[in-house]
């Protein structure tokens, strides 16, 4: 069945306003939780246990008391939520910033678990695992031939640090099996995907969420791009959904000075706390700029209000999703857990940026895509903020509040005078799994290629464009690449120089024609 192009953005919009749920729910005001047994009021637990004890049939009681949290929990806000165990153990493992398993990136190719690239160093590196294995045994037990869930692939992966799992591999590129001894250990999630050069003098760090490691993660990029010359620095939270707001505090405590407000808290009984920064800042006086989206929520915006209300740098992009709330997190003895909200964040300027939830769960999310039918994305005179919630910065700016972060610079999506749904094609996941199978056809062929090569390689010939048109059409997708054909081809660049080289080789390519990024050097010239 065909795809109707049209539905792009609407679905792209849908899935990324999940992800800012996601980050919003771990916004919390401190990283400690605390233990609390299931204690319902005494109505409730009459009601189970008379349910438990009289009903007709034999009832599953957990299951209806969880179904009855997340009805009180939909009573409240959208970020006060209910997280079964299942659920909290995956969040909780990925907001650590670190696991002990194998350390590969892979997919699900057909019916085997297929190795698009081992980690850096990482446990399976080290025992000679390459891109483009296939994991046919970990033990005894068989991993190809069946649809293994996801969790449970992941656990027949992982297990405790210093433990040894025989992989028993197929490598198409020589025809043969392989067993390997890999050495579980622990493996770093990174939050922070690239800190590189964007030109001799201005550096670019990009920011995926706010987890455990974030703020460790961006200063090892800070300082290693102040060795190499950044006087000026971007910082990129486009689709970040949030996190841990103490991470965020700690990146703008690098770029503000001494007792500057950075953001405060206020609670139902009126109690405020105050978060200044410190004297400690390695970044106070180049030059800051901070890209955010639609998509950029919680933490990011944190970061990005502080930057704004303090005048210490430019807010270039669209208007932020606009969540204000704090969650404290209540862990449960089964392993599941409610996060609530306890209070709102200020920007320092006395801005909450909480958009309205007033009309339920369902309308705040697709608040998102409203944004997208009302032209708001497209034009900066569509989006509406009302003059009673207008703030001014120290040096006089108008700032304002009540729905998100109003970049200073407004930079509408990029089209490059093609179709907006093959933008958003491009970012997905459709084009790692396309390069994989092009790199597997013949991985040879790529075995002594350098970045500069592939770059040549992939501009000298419209071989791999013409070729993902046709991967399209196969999958059912009809979509005109033809309007957008340098756009295409860059990100196909892109994606085989992830593969090959990393992550960093990956922005190197995509950001040359950024929208925002030509609007950061445009500044800068």
């Not at 009289?54 to 209806?64: A, F």
Request: aromatic share 10%.
């Amino acid at each position: 069945m065909k795809t109707n192009s049209k539905y792009f953005p609407i679905i792209i919009c849908a899935t990324l306003a999940f992800g800012v749920l996601l980050g919003g729910w771990l916004n919390s005001s401190d990283q400690s939780h605390f233990l609390a047994k299931n204690n319902s009021k005494a109505k409730l637990n009459s009601l189970i246990d008379f349910i438990d004890n009289e009903y007709v049939d034999n009832v599953n009681t957990d299951s209806i008391v969880d179904r009855t949290v997340d009805a009180i929990l939909g009573q409240l806000d959208p970020h006060s939520v209910y997280v079964p165990p299942s659920e909290q153990a995956q969040v909780a493992e990925n907001m650590k910033g670190d696991f002990v398993g194998i350390g590969v990136s892979f997919y699900m190719y057909n019916d085997s678990v297929a190795v698009i690239k081992p980690v850096e160093n990482g446990p399976s590196a080290k025992a000679g695992v390459k891109a483009g294995d296939r994991i046919l045994y970990a033990g005894k037990t068989k991993l190809y031939g069946r649809k293994w869930p996801s969790d449970s692939l992941f656990s027949k992966l992982k297990g405790a640090e210093g433990s040894v799992v025989e992989l028993t591999i197929y490598r198409k590129s020589e025809r043969k099996r392989i067993k390997l001894n890999v050495i579980r250990d622990v493996v770093p999630l990174k939050s922070v995907d690239a800190a590189i050069l964007l030109n001799d003098s201005t550096g670019y760090i990009k920011i995926n969420r706010f987890a455990e490691t974030t703020f460790a993660e961006f200063k090892t990029g800070l300082t290693k791009l102040k060795k190499v010359g950044a006087k000026s620095l971007v910082i990129d939270v486009r689709d970040n959904g949030g996190g841990y707001m103490e991470e965020a505090i700690a990146i703008a405590d690098e770029l503000l000075k001494d007792k500057q407000l950075i953001v405060f808290t206020k609670n139902k009984k009126g109690k405020i706390q105050k978060t200044f920064a410190t004297k400690k800042g390695d970044f106070e006086s180049g030059k800051v700029f901070v890209l955010i989206n639609e998509n950029s929520a919680s933490a990011s915006e944190i970061l990005a209000g502080a930057v704004q209300d303090n005048d210490r740098g430019i807010i270039i992009g669209r208007r932020s999703f606009g969540k204000g709330l704090v969650q404290r997190e209540m862990d449960f003895e089964d392993g599941s857990a409610v996060r609530l909200t306890v209070a709102r964040y200020y920007t320092p300027t006395g801005r909450s940026i909480q958009k309205p939830y007033s009309k339920g769960n369902e309308a705040y999310l697709k608040e998102s895509e409203s944004r997208f039918a009302n032209g708001e994305l497209f034009n900066k005179d569509s989006i509406k903020v009302a003059d009673s919630l207008k703030f001014k910065t120290p040096k006089g700016k108008i700032v304002y509040g009540g729905g998100g972060i109003v970049p200073d610079l407004f930079v509408p999506i990029e089209t490059e005078h093609g179709d907006i749904n093959v933008s958003y094609l491009m970012q997905t996941g459709i084009v790692g799994r396309f390069v994989f199978e092009e790199l597997d056809k013949n991985r040879n062929l790529f075995k002594n290629t350098t970045f500069e090569k592939l770059s040549t390689k992939m501009n000298a010939s419209d071989l791999y464009f013409n070729s993902f048109q046709k991967y399209l059409s196969k999958i059912g997708l009809d979509v005109n690449l033809r309007g957008s054909k340098a756009l295409v081809k860059r990100y196909l660049e892109a994606e085989f120089a992830r593969q090959l080289f990393g992550e960093n080789y990956y922005y190197k390519i995509v950001l040359k024609e950024d929208a925002m990024i030509k609007r950061v050097l445009n500044r800068l010239n």
